[in-house]
């Protein structure tokens, strides 16, 4: 193994410890948000701002570069913490061949009840679109890149992932709105300009 092989090995699996970690610590707050909701309270998905994605895409495809990191890292971010919602969800919800108690309860390390569980998958109904926080196409596709986006140290690269990303969410219209404000009209939007690496 290249010295460069062996950094890229190491940033990768940096990475999914990170992810791993960041996965127990979003279940744990989303879980307890779910036990103290109200009646008629839900989950919350803050989104990329319309406007800001615009216009970072913008100047990449007339310059080929990547002005405002600061609004890459907050995509990142929120890219990184709407996934891991919604994979947890659909774990949760049983949508996935683990059983969502017994995930539930190894991660809390007590013993959780189909009650609690119940409860949680209520919560994560979503009223303005009339279905649940879940998705069972198309997140593996956005994990994996999500795990190039954040071993990946150049923005421009980072910005060519984040628009992978959003071809998986074109190509899953019930996936947009997590992630963007506007949706798939957004993405259309957006894929008027294709960035391309350099």
């Not at 994979?87 to 996935?96: F, M, Q």
């Amino acid at each position: 193994m290249t010295s460069s092989e062996q950094v890229e090995e190491e940033a990768r699996y940096a990475a999914i410890e990170r992810y791993n970690s960041l996965e127990w610590e979003i279940f744990i707050d989303e879980w307890d948000c779910a036990m103290k909701a109200k009646e008629g309270e839900y989950q919350y998905f803050s989104i990329i701002k319309a406007h800001t994605i615009k216009k970072v895409w913008k100047e990449f495809a007339e310059s080929g570069q990547v002005y405002n990191t600061k609004a890459i890292d907050k995509m990142e971010e929120l890219l990184m913490r709407n996934i891991m919602k919604l994979r947890i969800n659909t774990i949760l919800s049983g949508h996935t061949p683990e059983n969502g108690e017994r995930w539930a309860s190894e991660h809390l390390d007590r013993e959780v009840t189909e009650a609690e569980t119940d409860k949680y998958y209520d919560y994560c109904f979503n009223p303005t679109q009339g279905q649940y926080n879940i998705s069972d196409y198309g997140l593996d596709k956005l994990e994996a890149l999500l795990l190039e986006l954040m071993v990946t140290t150049s923005y421009e690269k980072k910005l060519v992932t984040i628009d992978r990303m959003i071809n998986v969410m074109h190509m899953r219209s019930d996936l947009a709105s997590y992630f963007i404000e506007g949706g798939r009209r957004t993405l259309n939007e957006l894929s008027q300009v294709r960035p391309e690496e350099g």
